[in-house]
């Protein structure tokens, strides 16, 4: 039995889950609405505020579809009770990030800025010109939009200029060695 997957998800005040046909699993909270469509070999129970997710039998594709259901269905409860958000910085000289309506405004180094449209249920902000931080319901749409934004100027290993994940940690290399003489 799967160690994440029997594991039992406590569903708060104020959250509705429903499993509608084909098994699609819609979570409706305070911040909005999530909806995932699980394997067909896996179900998912509601008992009294308490959500169980048990497969059907123990072939390989129900065991593998076992810990991820749970974890995909947890995931959209604590979207839409608390959210989700990635904080990203900026090292450089001359690199900065502003919002502008809408838009994430970068300057990397290029000979022009890049702007970036929020996508829809993602905001961003920029608390410092250095500092982004992408917020949303969505684990997965969340984390995808933080990895674009990292994607314009991924951190080089010598100086560590670019754009990085707060909590990420740069293998810094050694730079060339001077010519001996």
Do not use: C
Request: charged content about 30%; cysteine-free; proline content about 6%.
């Amino acid at each position: 039995m799967s160690r994440i997957g029997r594991m039992p998800i406590a569903i708060p005040d104020g959250v509705e889950v429903n499993v509608g046909g084909d098994n699609i699993v819609s979570v409706k909270g305070p911040k909005g609405e999530l909806r995932e469509k699980i394997s067909k070999h896996i179900k998912v129970e509601i008992n009294g505020g308490v959500l169980q997710v048990t497969r059907d039998n123990d072939n390989k594709e129900s065991r593998s579809a076992h810990g991820l259901s749970r974890s995909l269905i947890a995931n959209m409860v604590t979207g839409v009770t608390a959210g989700f958000e990635k904080k990203l910085q900026i090292n450089g000289v001359g690199y900065r990030a502003e919002k502008k309506g809408n838009t994430l405004v970068l300057s990397l180094g290029y000979s022009h800025p890049v702007e970036m449209n929020d996508p829809e249920g993602i905001s961003t902000e920029t608390p410092t010109p250095t500092e982004i931080i992408v917020r949303g319901i969505s684990k997965a749409e969340v984390g995808n939009y933080a990895a674009n934004v990292r994607g314009w100027r991924p951190p080089e290993p010598y100086k560590g200029k670019g754009i990085k994940y707060a909590d990420e940690i740069i293998r810094r290399k050694e730079g060339k060695a001077g010519s001996k003489k």
